[in-house]
């Protein structure tokens, strides 16, 4: 009995190991899909996304450039477009 115990109480902490590694292994492998959609911008945030008209990159409004009605990732996308057109 004195040294039942301790291995009674090391297979305890195993297991609840292995199901806190089994749980967390489950909520990643769920919650991936929704996080990493191939092809779409991510909207993870509730910022809008704007797209930059000279070189098509999505970024948020806040940082967005406006000229004309247009949005640009920067200045230098702008005064590129505006000079194409
Ligand atoms: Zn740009």
Same mark, same amino acid.
């Given at each position: 009995?004195?040294?039942?115990?301790? #291995?009674?109480?090391?297979?305890?902490?195993? %297991? *609840?190991?292995? *199901? &806190?590694?089994?749980? +967390?292994?489950?909520?990643? +492998?769920?919650?991936?899909? #929704?996080?990493? #959609? @191939?092809?779409? @911008?991510?909207?993870?945030?509730?910022?809008?996304?704007? &797209?930059? &008209?000279?070189?098509?990159? =999505? =970024?948020? %409004?806040?940082? %967005?450039?406006?000229?004309?009605?247009?949005?640009?990732?920067?200045?230098?996308? +702008? #005064?590129? =477009?505006?000079?194409?057109?």
């Amino acid at each position: 009995m004195m040294l039942g115990l301790p #291995k009674l109480l090391l297979l305890l902490v195993l %297991a *609840w190991l292995a *199901w &806190r590694v089994y749980k +967390r292994w489950q909520t990643q +492998r769920l919650s991936l899909p #929704k996080t990493q #959609k @191939p092809g779409q @911008p991510p909207a993870s945030s509730s910022e809008d996304m704007v &797209r930059c &008209r000279q070189c098509q990159v =999505f =970024f948020p %409004a806040s940082q %967005a450039i406006y000229a004309q009605g247009d949005s640009f990732c920067c200045e230098a996308h +702008r #005064k590129q =477009f505006l000079s194409d057109t």
